[in-house]
């Protein structure tokens, strides 16, 4: 979080809930996002092995006030513009982009049967279409033809793992994988026997195929400092490795302005969260409680991801982006929400989409303000800096 606004922006979720909880708003209310920033839309793969483009990272998912994520993610555009050193106008209109598609796409949405609007989604190649940059373009589909080239045994199997095939385990890769014995007993002898009464009986015999082998800690990112993660290798046989994620799953930042979630467990949370927003999840995606009474959630590890490559970002692909996530979150909050009454709201004229930009100009300025004091109270001693190392 020091490293930049950006940064800051990005694991400052709490802070904007607080502050947002303080703006008035139109009272209804859809499944939200929850941290709802650029960096939290990319591609992965849908049961059906298409490349999607959605959003992926669903940590702190709650029901609450649709103009929370809209403005979360339109303030992220200005400050990632920042950070690549555009100009001002570049920021703003990435921000006015994002909002002007969210809200042409809930137009459209309005008219929609409940069905079509279920049905609907998006994949990367619809992404590619916005971008008129050839090297842009160009580059994404490099890199969307290499993600469906691998698989998880030619690829992420001697990527992670060492040791003979048939006893296989975890390389560690410190400080960003490692074994831990006083941590991995929590995860293998109680989480993952629950975690499976969390699937559906269909996927439980798929999952019953497979047997652990191993598990390692996982040091995750910005967003997600301090909770515990793990990477578990599974095989159903020496040619048939899984990956799995388990994750910690915290009570949502918005819970205290937004209302506490339903669920007991918070892991059931992000679940429920995934399946009311995305257009598809993981067929592993599963929730679980260890020992400790820890809450968490379970998916498969890195299958086909993408994250923007925000720093080779042009100004124009910048604007094209946001355009291609504001489209994809009106259509996560239409699932949820009523989008006739949204699209009303914000009509047909681009006043709404002027009021998103220019609040999220002014709140890239508080956040550029905010890094400051942190900035300022670490090199004064009053905030102390952990490097945890494993």
Known sequence: MLQSPFSFYR??????????S???NTGM??????DCHMMNFGGFASPERRVLFDINDLDETLPGPWEWDVKRLAASFVLACRENNFSASSGRESALGCARS???????LSAWPALEIWYASSDVEQVLKRITDQEARQRL?????KARRQSVLEHQFPELVTGPRARPIIKDNRPLIYHDPRQVPDVVQKAFAEYRESLPKHRRVLLDRFQVVDTAVKVVGVGSVGTACFVILLMASEEDPLFLQLKEARPSVLERYAGKSKYSNHGQRVVVGCQLMQAASDIFLGWTSGASGRSYFMRQLRDMKLKPLVNLFTPGVMQQYAGACGAVLARA???TGEPAKLSGYMGKSDKFDEAIADFSVAYANQCERDHSVLMKAVRQGKLEVVNEEP
């Open 141 to 145: 589909q490099r890199r969307l033809a």
């Open 29 to 34: 209310q859809v499944q939200t996002c929850g």
């Open 22 to 24: 303080r703006t008035p």
């Open 11 to 20: 694991g400052a979720a709490l802070n904007m809930a607080a502050d947002l």
């Open 102 to 108: 969210y809200r042409e796409r809930m137009a459209e």
């Open 333 to 335: 909050h239409a699932r």
